[in-house]
């Protein structure tokens, strides 16, 4: 079984740039959390979707946006990029309903550069 | 909404000895709490987890207690082993939302 998937892995942008970031969940996989990851900050709560909708959401602004598509594929947005906003930014996947275990499975993450 | 304090930041073991990390959570509706390890370079994950209604979990050289009055729970590995060095994190888990500690850089010193 494939596991969880990011693109890009690593991307640079200027101040200012929008960038967006595609995950997409083990397969069966309905939930899909991301996560900003700084040193010093651990791993910061963003956003949960599941079936298209989201259902939790983070403390972050609002230049961070999310959605997911009927195939449980996610994608996040950062607009007007900031110096800040430089991170890992990891996508987890977990299982629903009968299948559910609480446990998350991570992809490797995408690395945004802001210059 | 939750918060959850994990300390210490680092910690440096000699092979062999024990570790232990501790967290603290603020949300008593939380029910669940992992821990994930995180490799250097690598994706985190889960290596233990405890849910409410129990409070001591062991796999093999690690366990994790939990005390729900105080709102603490802590990650032991015994007999640390060189690939034992990573980032370690906990988290815990109302009904919302899963938040994490800072985490713990764990080396393990041959």
């Known amino acids: 079984k494939a596991g969880v998937t990011q693109t890009p892995r690593y991307l640079i942008k200027t101040r200012g740039q929008q960038v967006t970031l595609s995950c997409s969940p083990i397969?069966?996989?309905?939930?899909v959390s991301w996560y900003q990851q700084t040193p010093g900050q651990g791993l910061q709560f963003l956003f949960e979707y599941f079936s298209e909708t989201q259902r939790n959401k983070g403390n972050f602004p609002g230049r961070f946006s999310g959605r997911q598509f009927s195939n449980s594929r996610s994608e996040m947005n950062v607009s007007t990029l900031e110096l800040g906003d430089s991170a890992l930014y990891l996508c987890a996947s977990s299982a629903t309903g009968e299948r559910r275990t609480g446990e998350l499975f991570f992809g490797e993450g995408s690395r945004l550069t802001v210059l | 909404g939750e918060n959850v304090e994990q300390h210490p930041s680092t910690l440096s073991v000699q092979e062999g000895d024990s570790a232990v990390i501790k967290c603290t959570y603020s949300?008593?509706?939380?029910?669940?709490f992992p821990w994930y390890k995180q490799e250097l370079g690598k994706r985190p994950q889960l290596i233990i987890d405890i849910r409410s209604n129990v409070g001591e979990k062991k796999d093999q050289r690690i366990a994790v207690t939990l005390n729900k009055t105080a709102k603490h729970f802590s990650l032991h590995i015994t007999e640390t082993q060189p690939e034992d060095s990573a980032v370690y994190f906990c988290?815990?888990?109302?009904?919302?939302?899963?938040?994490f500690g800072a985490g713990t850089t764990v080396t393990v010193r041959a």
């Open positions: 397969s069966g996989h309905r939930s």
């Open positions: 988290a815990a888990k109302n009904d919302y939302k899963l938040s």
């Open positions: 949300d008593s509706a939380s029910n669940y």
